[in-house]
């Protein structure tokens, strides 16, 4: 039996790579024939992971964390009938059966079937179905005939292995804040937050051919990374009005569409830059929203959040200026993106050289017992989207 390691929480700041179970093809008691088992090729360290390493949420310690997730089909259940043993593949974050309701619509963020607790389902993370995540050498994912995507050649793939991991889960979720918010080709766009998904949700502004994309954030390294690839900058430390430094770029105070990207972690802006104000985002979004203009907001926002500053916010309850958005008749876009709506063609975007997502987001590879470190770099606000390599298969 192969042995396998995986990136577990502990408690609040601490994860540690463990030896865990070997993946089998079982969902409990009961064979999974229509899952695949994955040796991983690569990883990633994701924001959301992030929020459940400081504390922020109820997720158990033992937990194994990792919802980014490509790697080679090692073996197959008797039901897979379109994906092979050898075939290198996207694992969508979001978990989806393809037979409900919803998956048929191609809501797979919010598939019925894969979760007791409520809708949606994801690899490693807490609330999410209890599925074991993928930050290690091995994994189980099911409905692999409907939830993977394959590459159509796998050299051509790995020479571009840095772009294509991200495919699981934050290129796809920052196009599809952009794309909610009615960006395209003209258009004047602001986007909460430099970090990965930040950076990933700007160049897909670009590609889908805005004018103007404005990038907000406290940390003058992310500033400088969405500087790289063509972006106008704000640091949010600055004492003037968003509005106002909107208008000192623009010449108005006002985008045609804006995208949180940041979530309930947010910090207020100014003099309250230390003070973490769950809403700021959100409201400011509103301000400086068109009127008729739209708002993705790709960012997690929690029911529970044990480290929130007041009781309310715990709940997930903000106070939220919905009359202003209201009266600007905005639209707004939330929830987990559905990762299948957009892979297939973000993946020809990657292989057709229309992009560069690994160069924006700023990929660092990693080895697997280097995640604890790469956890700790980007809580302090490393520009870095870090990639883990458990298997050495990553070439230079």
Known sequence: MCQNHGVAYIKPGVVEVQS???????????????????QIVSTNICGSDQHMVRGRTTAPAGLVLGHEITGLVIEAGRDVEFIKEGDLVSVPFNIACGRCRNCKVGQTGICLNVNPARPGAAYGYVDMGGWVGGQAEYVMVPYADFNLLKFPDKDQAMAKIRDLTLLSDIFPTGYHGAVMAGVGPGSIVYVAGAGPVGLACAASCHLLGAAVVIVGDMIPERLEQAKSFGCETIDLRNEASLSDQIAAIIGVPEV??????????????????????????????????????????????????????TEAAKEGNLNIRIGLG?????????????????????????????????????????SLDKAPKGYQDFDKGAAKKFVIDPHGMIPN
Not at 331 to 341: A, D, E, L
Request: charged fraction near 20%.
């Open 326 to 366: 209201w009266a600007k008749s905005h639209s707004f876009y939330t929830g987990q993106c559905p990762v299948m709506k957009y892979h297939r063609q973000l993946m020809n975007a990657i292989l057709y050289d229309k992009i560069q997502i690994a160069k924006a987001v700023n990929v660092e590879v990693i």
């Open 20 to 38: 865990i179970d070997y993946p089998k093809l079982a969902l409990g008691d009961r064979k999974c024939h229509h899952g695949v088992i994955l």
């Open 256 to 309: 045609d569409s804006a995208v949180d990207c940041v979530g309930f972690e947010a910090r207020g802006h100014g003099a309250d830059a230390a003070t973490e104000q769950p809403a700021t985002v959100l409201n400011a979004a509103m301000t400086i929203t068109r009127a008729g203009g739209a708002i993705g907001i790709p960012g997690l926002y929690v029911t529970g959040d044990p480290g929130a500053s």
